[in-house]
């Protein structure tokens, strides 16, 4: 496993870490039961579940975890739940293993082996992260906070870009220098909204885009959020 | 939804729990639009839904088969006439839309389905021994199908689904005429035991 997570953290990655504010070392009743439960709460707002929960391929069991590796054309993710809740995934970065992006139509000539992040991704995969951590809080520790800490690693010389055709493009070429990865603390806390999460994931994209010392507004981003597939705050 | 995207959830090349693939058919055939409803009404129950995508078939060996809908069959195709029969079926009903999507200089239709507003979508009519009044459809978890409900945890996953959102209407009507402020917040938990797990692993 951690051979794997190497392997991902070598590359651009995102990786979550959901962690119940009260500890107990069984949170979990049934490992077998665990499969089912994460495919119940995966997000699936755009066509690739988050977690990826496959129901084609099994989960390894063992004493105090039930993981499962997913390696498919430009999919790679990892996940781990262990019985005390605390949960952790890490994904690639799509466009790292030849997810090829859609830029706006203003976007600057792709180098070859240039390194992008798209805006429109990394807000859909905030929206994820907050709306999948606040499920899984209702699941595994209903009525509790939950932490939940994102790390976003490999980004250093790599470029943020519009991904979609149907957009303009950024005015000027954005590209992170830093070596250290971004990170983000969040408690996600009881009967929190739809619109709350949907308002904390693009909070998180903007925190995330200044270290490529870019800001996007924050109804250009609602209109992102509102383009998932399924997506739809209640 | 994009042609991109449609192309995504082709090449995945089997379908998820967010997605059903029928092959090419009429909205004009009774069978084909009871088994569409089926997998409509299944969508609508299913946190965050999904989408069909007409114009796809199987093969033997259970790979796809993306020929798209044809000519033939593309005349039938109509959001009205889709919403109504829909509509015929579903209570309360349904949310979607239709949309035309390209692949591979193919034409595809795509039903996007929004999950149930209040309280889960059930059926309301009979359709030969694929709709039966009163069923309660759904993507079972086990794998990715639409049938009437058959195992505890789908029935499980609805229940949740339709008690959240009741939840969720409560809390937003209870904060707005303030009878629920902000709930105490619970220490932030200590990285040292959940360091050690990650930490412990091979």
């Given at each position: 496993?951690?051979?794997?997570?190497?392997?991902?953290?070598?590359k651009?990655?995102?990786?979550?870490?959901?962690?119940?504010?009260?500890?107990q070392p069984?949170?979990?009743?049934?490992?077998?039961?665990i499969?089912?439960?994460l495919?119940?709460?995966?997000?699936?707002?755009?066509?690739?579940?988050y977690?990826?929960?496959s129901?084609q391929?099994n989960?390894?069991?063992?004493?105090?975890?039930?993981?499962?590796?997913?390696?498919?054309?430009?999919?790679?993710?990892?996940?781990c739940?262990?019985?005390?809740?605390?949960?952790?995934?890490?994904?690639?970065?799509?466009?790292?293993?030849?997810a090829?992006?859609?830029?706006g139509?203003?976007?600057?000539?792709?180098e070859?082996?240039?390194?992008?992040?798209?805006?429109?991704?990394?807000?859909?995969r905030?929206?994820?992260?907050?709306?999948?951590?606040s499920?899984?809080?209702?699941?595994?520790?209903?009525?509790?906070d939950?932490?939940a800490?994102?790390?976003v690693?490999?980004?250093?010389?790599?470029?943020l870009v519009v991904?979609?055709?149907?957009?303009?493009g950024?005015?000027?070429?954005?590209?992170?220098?830093?070596?250290?990865?971004?990170?983000?603390d969040?408690?996600?806390?009881?009967?929190t909204?739809?619109?709350?999460?949907?308002?904390?994931?693009?909070?998180?994209?903007n925190?995330?885009?200044?270290?490529?010392?870019?800001?996007?507004a924050d109804a250009v981003?609602?209109?992102?959020?509102?383009?998932m597939?399924?997506?739809?705050?209640? | 939804?994009?042609?991109?995207?449609i192309?995504q959830?082709?090449?995945?090349?089997?379908?998820?729990?967010?997605v059903?693939f029928?092959?090419?058919?009429?909205?004009?055939?009774?069978?084909?639009?009871?088994?569409?409803?089926?997998?409509?009404?299944?969508f609508?129950?299913r946190?965050d839904?999904g989408?069909v995508?007409?114009?796809?078939?199987?093969?033997?060996d259970?790979?796809?088969?993306?020929?798209?809908?044809t000519?033939?069959?593309?005349?039938s195709?109509d959001?009205?006439?889709?919403?109504g029969?829909?509509?015929?079926?579903?209570?309360?009903?349904?949310?979607?839309?239709?949309?035309?999507?390209?692949?591979?200089?193919?034409?595809?239709?795509?039903i996007?389905v929004s999950?149930?507003a209040?309280?889960?979508?059930l059926?309301?009519k009979d359709?030969?021994?694929?709709?039966?009044?009163?069923?309660?459809?759904?993507?079972s978890?086990?794998?990715?199908?639409?049938?009437?409900?058959a195992?505890?945890?789908?029935?499980?996953?609805v229940?949740?689904?339709?008690?959240?959102k009741?939840?969720?209407?409560?809390?937003?009507?209870?904060?707005?005429?303030?009878?629920?402020g902000?709930?105490?917040?619970?220490p932030?938990?200590?990285?040292?035991r959940?360091d050690e797990?990650?930490e412990g692993?091979?």
């Amino acid at each position: 496993m951690k051979e794997f997570i190497a392997a991902l953290k070598s590359k651009g990655y995102w990786q979550a870490r959901l962690l119940p504010s009260i500890e107990q070392p069984k949170r979990w009743g049934d490992k077998l039961a665990i499969k089912v439960a994460l495919n119940g709460i995966a997000v699936n707002f755009r066509g690739w579940d988050y977690p990826h929960v496959s129901l084609q391929h099994n989960v390894v069991i063992e004493s105090d975890r039930v993981w499962q590796t997913t390696e498919w054309n430009y999919f790679r993710e990892i996940w781990c739940a262990f019985l005390s809740g605390q949960f952790l995934h890490v994904a690639g970065m799509r466009a790292d293993y030849g997810a090829a992006l859609q830029l706006g139509l203003l976007e600057d000539h792709v180098e070859p082996g240039e390194k992008l992040l798209g805006i429109g991704d990394t807000v859909y995969r905030m929206t994820e992260f907050a709306h999948f951590a606040s499920r899984y809080a209702q699941a595994v520790c209903p009525g509790e906070d939950l932490r939940a800490l994102l790390e976003v690693g490999g980004l250093k010389d790599r470029r943020l870009v519009v991904d979609d055709p149907n957009r303009g493009g950024t005015s000027s070429r954005y590209v992170a220098h830093t070596e250290a990865p971004f990170t983000a603390d969040l408690l996600v806390r009881p009967g929190t909204s739809d619109a709350e999460l949907a308002r904390e994931a693009r909070n998180l994209a903007n925190e995330l885009y200044e270290l490529f010392e870019f800001r996007a507004a924050d109804a250009v981003l609602e209109g992102w959020q509102r383009q998932m597939i399924y997506y739809r705050p209640s | 939804m994009t042609d991109d995207d449609i192309a995504q959830l082709i090449e995945q090349g089997h379908e998820t729990n967010g997605v059903e693939f029928k092959s090419s058919g009429s909205l004009g055939d009774a069978h084909f639009r009871a088994k569409l409803v089926r997998a409509i009404l299944a969508f609508a129950n299913r946190r965050d839904s999904g989408v069909v995508v007409v114009g796809v078939s199987e093969n033997r060996d259970k790979t796809l088969n993306p020929t798209g809908v044809t000519s033939a069959h593309a005349k039938s195709w109509d959001f009205d006439r889709l919403s109504g029969i829909v509509s015929g079926f579903a209570d309360p009903s349904v949310e979607l839309s239709l949309e035309v999507r390209r692949y591979k200089g193919r034409t595809f239709r795509v039903i996007v389905v929004s999950e149930f507003a209040e309280v889960p979508v059930l059926c309301k009519k009979d359709h030969g021994n694929v709709l039966r009044q009163g069923g309660c459809y759904v993507r079972s978890l086990r794998k990715p199908e639409s049938r009437e409900v058959a195992f505890q945890e789908d029935m499980r996953a609805v229940i949740g689904l339709a008690t959240d959102k009741a939840v969720a209407r409560w809390v937003g009507l209870a904060r707005h005429v303030g009878l629920v402020g902000a709930l105490p917040a619970q220490p932030r938990p200590a990285l040292s035991r959940y360091d050690e797990e990650v930490e412990g692993l091979p």
